[in-house]
């Protein structure tokens, strides 16, 4: 799909979106204490899902630029938060073991989302739905991260298990 994006638009897109992970990391800056992380992550991952998906069905310019900003703070929002709930959920015993080990695995997402995304891109290259497909896999990602954040415990102000 051709949403008619120039050079000089591009580039005040990418300028724009991301001071969203700026905004968004200062913002969880005062509010990673003072909420549940359990419930402040899964409602970061529920916002980043329906920007994406508001991208992927309506990409036109304007609201390219606005939920691509949102997208990009509601993802540098969630990450911070994640690192501390992550830390939270293991007992002290196997913390950093098991913290190194989930965050491992989540740097294997981020070293091949960028292939999972082209290839789904050219499978619907011939049925001009790339762009979309594309975006539904990445907000499908966001998905995922607010199912299983669901099955977490609340562990903000609680004591860490031994």
């Not at 990602?141 to 004591?159: E, H, P």
Request: some cysteine; proline content about 2%.
């Amino acid at each position: 799909m051709r949403i008619g994006i120039n050079l000089k638009n591009s580039i005040l897109l990418v300028g724009l979106s991301s001071l969203g992970f700026v905004i968004g990391s200062f913002i969880s800056i005062f509010v990673a204490d003072r909420f549940e992380r359990k419930w402040t992550c899964a409602i970061a991952a529920c916002l980043w899902t329906i920007c994406l998906l508001l991208i992927a069905f309506f990409p036109n310019r304007s609201l390219i630029y606005i939920f691509g900003f949102l997208a990009n703070c509601s993802a540098s929002f969630l990450v911070p938060l994640m690192y501390i709930f992550t830390g939270e959920t293991f007992p002290t015993r196997f913390r950093a073991t098991a913290v190194s080990i989930t965050d491992g695995f989540g740097h294997l997402g981020g070293a091949f989302c960028g292939q999972v995304t082209f290839f789904i891109y050219f499978l619907f290259h011939n049925s001009q739905q790339s762009f979309t497909a594309a975006f539904v896999e990445i907000a499908f990602t966001g998905f995922i991260a607010l199912v299983m954040l669901l099955f977490g415990k609340k562990r903000t102000g609680k004591k860490l298990s031994q």
